[in-house]
T-cell receptor, first 114, second 114 residues
């Protein structure tokens, strides 16, 4: 069964600093990977997705993620944090051999300090 | 596009009462998902439908929970009788299906059972 592990339930960065949110996956077949963002009292919004095309995926709001098969990782980065990036971020995986069931990580709460 | 619509946004009810949550997927999407989000368990898939047919309900906690999708534009999640431990945010999501796997989430229904 596929799963994802998000390292660090809380991450704090200063405004303008690099954002790095970690996600490692476990899957016996090529996975589809996603990052979602959840702002307070809102639903989840898709940031970006990896579906076996380019390993470096660019998403909305300046975020990007790199699929590294050798490290089974799909870390989310943004060069310069903005106050509006403060939210909870979820990594998720779909087993490419299954219908389309998303399995979510436990989430990482990003705080951006002024 | 209106996105995924959920109602009500907030529901407060007493233990033992029946609760019905509603979802309207994005027009043209043929897959619909119900998720539950709690602090303790994170985001869990409860059930999903493909072309109005329930495909996997293994995530439904117990017989008190039931879900229906009578047509392509409407789904309900019912809890009867409700219990305090059912308090959570319930999300509905939809996707196009086929090769389009990303899921689009509604704003959620925050359920409080007292």
């Amino acid at each position: 069964a596929q799963s994802v592990t998000q390292l660090g339930s809380h991450v704090s960065v200063s405004e303008g600093a690099l954002v790095l949110l970690r996600c490692n996956y476990s899957s016996s077949v090529p996975p589809y990977l996603f990052w979602y963002v959840q702002y307070p009292n809102q639903g989840l919004q898709l940031l970006l997705k990896y579906t076996s095309a380019a390993t470096l995926v660019k998403g909305i709001n300046g975020f990007e993620a790199e699929f590294k098969k050798s490290e089974t990782s799909f870390h989310l980065t943004k060069p310069s944090a903005h106050m509006s990036d403060a939210a909870e971020y979820f990594c998720a995986v779909i087993h490419s051999g299954s219908a389309r069931q998303l399995t979510f990580g436990s989430g990482t709460q990003l705080t951006v300090l002024p | 596009d209106a996105g995924v619509i959920q109602s009500p946004r907030h529901e407060v009810t007493e233990m033992g009462q029946e609760v019905t949550l509603r979802c309207k997927p994005i027009s043209g999407h043929n897959s619909l998902f119900w998720y539950r989000q709690t602090m303790m368990r994170g985001l869990e898939l409860l059930i999903y439908f493909n072309n109005n047919v329930p495909i996997d309900d293994s995530g439904m906690p117990e017989d008190r929970f039931s879900a229906k999708m009578p047509n392509a534009s409407f789904s309900t999640l019912k809890i009867q009788p409700s219990e305090p431990r059912d308090s959570a945010v319930y999300f509905c999501a939809s996707s196009l299906g086929q090769g389009n796997i990303e899921q689009y989430f509604g704003p959620g229904t925050r359920l409080t059972v007292t």
